[in-house]
């Protein structure tokens, strides 16, 4: 989904930080707001995760040894296959490098599920096959359900398996990944004039977000059919 669609929301109401407004979210039949048992099965990942100023990846680990049965080992590897300095402030740590520390705990934690907030951001294309790979291993040897959100579709097909596409924040569609994913195209137009959704008449979006005379689109058009559609 772009941005606003309501992704992070999504899963902090998934893994009970938030509460709902209205209706009842249940992992394993059981409400996950305030519940200490389904929360224990958890591990959440935000975009921008909370630390101390004097944080350091050593230090972090007697917090989250508090919460979850944590395996140190897996979550030093994990450091030095990133090449982290393991006493250093995260406070001095590029976006890059914070999101490997927060990653190598989340594989360290092994939860039941696991939720990632734009879980590929800020890293490099080699960190990017490491985390896919630790995540593949992940399900393969725990049964973990992994949850991710991100802006691109793309990122995500060739490590899972389902997807949902939320629009302002509703769910606009859903289903197997690899069935879907040749069904849906992005597209930036520029126009001369300022333009109007009711402009384009015979036209079906999955989501339109206009800025004066630039419109990016989702549509289930190839590119053939979606310009020659727009030409009228």
Same mark, same amino acid.
């Given at each position: 989904g772009i941005n606003g669609a309501g992704k992070s929301t999504l899963l902090r109401l998934i893994s009970g930080? =938030?509460?709902a407004d209205s209706g009842t979210i249940?992992?394993?039949? #059981?409400?996950s707001y305030e519940n200490e048992k389904v /929360? $224990?099965?958890f591990f959440f990942l935000p975009d921008e995760p909370y630390y101390g100023i004097n944080t350091t990846p050593l230090s972090i680990? %007697?917090? =989250?040894q508090?919460?979850?049965?944590?395996? /140190?080992?897996?979550y030093i590897n994990y450091l030095n296959g990133f090449k982290l300095p393991l006493k250093k402030s995260l406070h001095n740590f590029s976006k890059g490098? /914070? +999101?490997?520390?927060?990653i190598s705990l989340a594989l360290a934690i092994k939860p039941k599920y696991l939720l990632l907030d734009e879980a590929f951001d800020g890293l490099d294309p080699i960190a990017r096959l490491t985390v896919k790979r630790a995540i593949i291993d992940?399900? $393969? #040897?725990?049964?973990?359900t992994v949850i991710i959100s991100s802006h691109s579709l793309r990122e995500l097909e060739d490590i899972c398996d389902s997807y949902c596409l939320l629009y302002n924040k509703e769910i606009a569609s859903s289903g197997n990944i690899d069935e879907q994913i040749e069904k849906y195209h992005k597209y930036q137009i520029a126009f001369e004039k300022e333009m109007q959704k009711e402009d384009f008449e015979g036209i079906e979006?999955? $989501? =339109?977000? %206009?800025? /004066? +005379?630039i419109i990016k689109v989702v549509v289930k058009d190839d590119y053939d059919t979606f310009a020659n559609k727009l030409s009228k």
């Open positions: 930080i =938030y509460q249940l992992v394993d039949n #059981e409400p /929360k $224990s099965d680990i %007697a917090l =989250y508090t919460f979850y049965n944590f395996d /140190k080992d897996v490098m /914070k +999101r490997q520390v927060f992940l399900v $393969s #040897e725990n049964n973990t979006f999955v $989501s =339109y977000v %206009a800025d /004066k +005379r």
